[in-house]
């Protein structure tokens, strides 16, 4: 009997759901199904029986058209009110005994806030940063002797209202929340690998509602930032900009949108059709990118800004850029220069089998894919004993 993992991408404009057959250790996509997403804004489901209603037929087409029936599925989170907070736990330890594996996990749970049911705020995930035996920094302590232990770790906090709409339109849909994943670790699972979180990069997810980042350094997850903008926010930038309907923009920005002015079109005119044929009205191509520039480097700017006061630029080496406005011409070049850093598309990688709609920009697919590979990380490089912690500690170790 085949195993299908299933995932689950509720985005701000598109919603996707993926099938995956997992077999022999190998991961091949077999069937991907998106549909447009209405109920969402910015990241954050504002209509439980929009979302609801979208992602059951998803199902309910997955199964006649592929004969696949999902139960469970990985699914993705992304929201403005996303915060990353630095966190210390200490365990205290007998002189002479070795550093156990219990000892660690101990310290690291120290670390961990504790969830509340009535808490506004949820914690999404926990990231291990560094040890400490004796205050002295290790990277991995089990086998070492002391008498003081300390785990520092990186929480995700988001709101609590939000992380339950998501379990709620799921089930809601007739399926259930195997496990909700931060949308832009789901994106770097699929297009990093070992190297690139050991050397230090930065994954920027540049979606339709939000922007989501993560930066590794030294291998594990040194910041997580996100921003309640994204692709519609350029759209609505230019509807108000040159008075024009949100469609109309949207075309625009796809037909003569670029992150930084293009010298050898910015002459041109672009004409946009009224219902009077004799006052169709046009618009230079300078001025339509010059609005898009400026909401774009605004955008990686206080990216940017967040990452230094966080202490990580001086510890990456590179920029990897997923979501749809990945797409935009002259993004990765734009962020290049601002950032200091070669920037390239994320290309998921590691399954073998894709469908072919996948192929074509794959950079779009990055986190529905990366979710794939989270569930296939906590179904196989881990047993069932060990915690969440120490299953995402053997995906960072590759």
């Known amino acids: 009997m085949k195993t299908y993992l299933g995932a689950l991408d509720i985005g701000t404009q598109t919603t996707r759901l993926v099938a995956g057959e997992y077999a022999d250790g190998n991961l091949a996509v077999e069937a991907c199904l998106e549909t447009q997403t209405t109920g969402v804004k910015k990241g954050v489901i504002r209509d439980l029986d929009e979302v609801s ?87 991995n302590p089990i086998g070492m002797s002391g008498t003081d232990l300390v785990a520092n770790v990186l929480e995700l906090t988001a709101p ?17 929340v195997a496990d909700l994943t931060f949308s832009a670790l ?28 993560i930066a590794f350094c030294n291998g594990v997850v040194a910041a997580a930032v996100t921003l309640g903008v994204g692709g519609f926010h350029l759209t609505n930038d230019l509807a108000l900009a040159f008075n024009v309907s949100q469609a109309q923009a949207e075309e625009m920005k796809l037909e003569r949108g670029a992150a930084m002015i293009q010298p050898d079109i910015a002459h041109e005119r672009y004409a946009v059709a009224t219902k009077f044929a004799t006052a169709n009205r046009s618009f230079s191509v300078h001025a ?83 979710l794939l590979k989270w569930r296939q990380m906590l179904l196989s490089q881990a047993a069932p004993s060990q915690s969440l912690f120490a299953r995402f500690k053997s995906f960072l170790r590759g």
Do not use: W
């Not at 199964?63 to 993705?76: F, G, N, P, T």
């Open 53 to 139: 209603k979208s992602v059951r037929n998803l199902g309910r087409e997955m199964k006649e058209r592929h004969h696949i029936e999902l139960y469970d599925v990985s699914v993705s989170f992304s929201a403005g009110a996303i915060k990353d907070i630095a966190r210390t736990g200490r365990k205290s330890l007998l002189a002479g005994h070795p550093i156990e594996r219990a000892d660690v996990e101990d310290a690291e749970q120290n670390a961990g806030s504790l969830d509340s049911p009535d808490a506004a705020e949820r914690v999404l995930q926990r990231f291990q940063q560094r040890y400490e035996v004796n205050g002295q920094p290790v990277n």
């Open 160 to 176: 609590s209202a939000a992380v339950e709409a998501v379990y709620t339109a799921v089930q809601r849909a007739g399926m259930r």
């Open 186 to 213: 789901a994106a770097a699972m699929a297009v990093l690998d070992r190297k690139a979180r050991e050397s230090g990069t930065i994954v920027i997810d540049f979606g339709a509602g939000t922007v989501d980042v």
């Open 288 to 370: 339509i990118q010059t609005v898009l520039t400026e909401r774009v480097d605004e955008t990686l700017n206080i990216i940017r800004n967040e990452l230094v006061e966080r202490g990580v630029l001086p510890h990456v080496h590179q920029v990897v850029l997923t979501g749809g406005t990945a797409g935009l011409p002259l993004i990765t070049e734009r962020v290049s220069a601002i950032f200091s850093l070669p920037c390239l598309l994320g290309v998921p990688a590691g399954f073998t089998q894709l469908p072919k709609e996948m192929t074509n920009a794959p950079y779009r697919q990055a986190t529905v894919l990366g």
